[in-house]
């Protein structure tokens, strides 16, 4: 395998300089879609946090829209990117749970959704955390599902690693400067572990080479995805060093009299947040600011595997539950969208839509349609504040881990199942209780009905997904 040299990206946010402004063909509106690593609902401002900063995605939201009701594909990493891709849920989808064996790639006959925008003439980048496919001769590599350009971590567990001995550009590693401590090599994930010299971070590494791609694609009809791997810990490094919330420096948190892991947590969401703001800076400067369609969104709830304590920050607002959880604050994230003059400056919406649904937005977007076999309703109407927005007659989601559990949500009633398929169905309406402290389930014995029949519609069995002790 090729080696290349490692070029360093410090000072390369400076070298985006361009200042032509581009007139874009309207009827090809630009995408990015900006999607954080264990986000909380409540780890924004504008999502009522209080401790940690973020006035630039703060103002993103000023600028155009809350999603207060918009769910993540799933509650861990891998499949919620798979919902995402390719517009199923996690009872249709080919990745329905993390693994550490190659049944976590998608297919070649798999369909993306930045295949989608490639069938319309559009560039395409993406630049972080894939989880799709961990090895470079995959099936389930970006560059074989619509991506010209990526770079970054194929693997999950490579991606624990913020000071890793390469990234991957493409098909070809990137050697970086880092000396490691402890490296895994087991299961095509050597990179992971930990670091003993900690040079380059590879987050700085991800945006730098993001922004780049930008600067020489901004004048044609791009698709940008940006899966960017703060605020996730270090679980190997939490485990060998007691802090796994890596980054270069705590910044304005330094001072602050709380534990290492806690600055570390705040400060990594605050460097993503700046990067957002020095990326919509450069949209306005290059006069493509009024025909991109800007995402922001994390892929599950938060975590607490850096040694961070999500409580001090009260990570998931007023949700119940985290990563791993199907309970609200497991799966429902903090999303904005931004499009100055389609969307609503400071609007909000309720309108209930998860990842999936993402694939034909693009659809709708791009003036195609949507193949018959996705979950997948479009929330442009609701982006653009119309009356005509479609809806599920219910969202949900399924979980391979922890014994295994369901859930639903219609409406204003949410459902789980613990252990999926014949366990007890939990049921809870968010209208009143959206912390879901009041189990419901003996009073409403007909809605209960209703759960299950819409848990078993949506389950499709498959052999590579199952119940451990149970078959079907």
């Known amino acids: 395998m090729k080696t290349l040299s490692f070029l360093p990206a410090l000072g390369l946010l400076a070298t985006f ?53 918009f769910y993540a594909g799933a509650t861990v990493c891998a499949p919620s990117r798979c919902v995402l891709m390719t517009g199923k849920h996690t009872g249709r989808c080919r990745v329905r749970g993390n ?26 980048g993406m630049f972080g955390k894939w989880g799709l496919g961990d090895l470079i001769e995959s099936t389930g590599h970006p560059n074989l599902h619509g991506f010209d350009q990526f770079y ?23 050697k970086l400067r880092n000396v490691p401590e402890h490296e895994m090599d087991k299961g095509g994930r050597r990179g992971g572990g930990w670091a003993k010299e900690r040079i380059d971070y590879s987050h700085d ?56 892991p806690d600055k570390g947590q705040a400060a990594m969401i605050t460097r993503m947040d700046r990067d957002v703001g020095t990326l919509l800076a450069k949209l306005k400067e290059w006069g493509i600011d009024a025909n991109t369609l800007v995402i922001f969104t994390s892929d599950n709830g938060h975590h607490k595997e850096g040694g961070n304590r999500p409580e001090f920050f009260d990570a998931n607002g007023p949700l119940r539950g985290m990563k791993r959880d199907l309970y609200e604050g497991g799966i429902r994230v903090a999303t904005i969208a931004r499009w100055p003059g389609k969307i609503q400056a400071g609007s909000t919406s309720n309108h209930q839509a998860y990842f999936g649904d993402f694939y034909a937005t693009v659809c709708e977007l791009t003036g195609q349609k949507v193949p018959a076999d996705l979950q997948s309703i479009s929330f442009l109407p609701a982006l653009l504040g ?74 499709v069995p498959d052999p590579t997904w199952k119940v451990r002790g149970r078959r079907e």
């Open 205 to 260: 590494l991800i945006f730098a080479e993001g922004m780049k791609w930008l600067e020489v694609n901004y004048t044609k009809p791009f698709f940008l995805y940006l899966p960017f791997t703060i605020p996730h810990a270090n679980n190997e490094g939490a485990r060998g060093t007691g802090n796994g919330q890596e980054v270069p420096d705590h910044g304005i948190y330094e001072a602050e009299n709380w534990p290492e």
């Open 99 to 124: 693994s550490t064996s190659d049944i976590q790639r998608l297919h070649p006959e798999d369909k993306t959704v930045a295949s989608a925008f490639k069938d319309v003439g559009y560039v395409t």
């Open 152 to 174: 970054g971590y194929l693997s999950q567990f490579h991606a624990h690693n913020y000071y890793p001995t390469f990234l991957i550009r493409n098909k070809e590693e990137v």
């Open 17 to 69: 300089l361009p200042t032509t402004l581009v007139a874009q063909d309207a009827t090809k509106p630009n995408v990015i879609f900006i999607m954080a690593d264990d986000l909380g609902y409540g780890d924004l401002g504008s999502f009522g946090q209080k401790k940690i900063k973020t006035p630039h995605l703060d103002r993103m939201a000023a600028e155009g829209m809350k999603l207060t009701d």
């Open 386 to 459: 119309k009356e005509d927005q479609k809806k599920h007659d219910y969202l949900y989601w399924e979980f391979y881990e922890q014994g295994s559990r369901q859930a639903v949500r219609f409406g204003d009633w949410k459902a789980i199942r613990q252990p999926m398929l014949d366990g007890e169905v939990e049921l809870y309406h968010l209208g009143g209780d959206l912390g879901e402290r009041n189990d419901l389930a003996s009073q409403h014995p007909n809605i209960v009905a209703r759960v299950v029949k819409y848990m078993e519609e949506a389950h």
